[in-house]
């Protein structure tokens, strides 16, 4: 069993940056795709962005340009970089994994999750 552990959320002021890591338990070999979803208080968990193994993205169409997500595949680990950030950002952060090299988007096709990362922005 693979566990996911987010790390790098925080206070920021808006239009202030932070990027999040996750680092699987276990070293990944297999195709696997990453991808990072957030949830306000009292909203659905929505989904920000996901990368594949071979390098393929796909972001929520509103967050690009703000956000951008990455892997280094020697130190096992996937980031989430986030620019400009804004109260509306105010969330917490999940990283989630899955088995496969299609990126998906919804939180059904994820089997791994993280315990997420608190990300406030202020205004």
């Known amino acids: 069993q693979v566990q996911l552990v987010e790390s790098g959320g925080g206070l920021v002021q808006a239009g202030g940056s932070l990027r999040l890591s996750c680092a699987p338990s276990?070293?990944?070999?297999?195709?696997?795709?990453m991808g990072w979803f957030r949830q306000a208080p009292g909203k659905d968990r929505d989904f920000v962005a996901a990368?594949?193994?071979?390098?393929?993205?796909t972001y929520e169409e509103s967050l690009m340009g703000r956000f951008t997500i990455s892997r280094d595949n020697v130190k096992n680990t996937w980031y989430l970089q986030m620019n400009n950030l804004q109260p509306e950002d105010t969330a917490a952060y999940y990283c989630?994994?899955?088995?496969?090299?299609?990126?998906?988007?919804?939180?059904?096709?994820?089997?791994?999750w993280g315990q997420g990362t608190q990300v406030t922005v202020s205004s």
């Open positions: 990368i594949s193994w071979s390098g393929g993205v």
């Open positions: 989630a994994g899955r088995i496969g090299s299609v990126l998906q988007r919804t939180t059904a096709e994820y089997g791994y």
């Open positions: 276990r070293r990944i070999f297999d195709d696997w795709v």
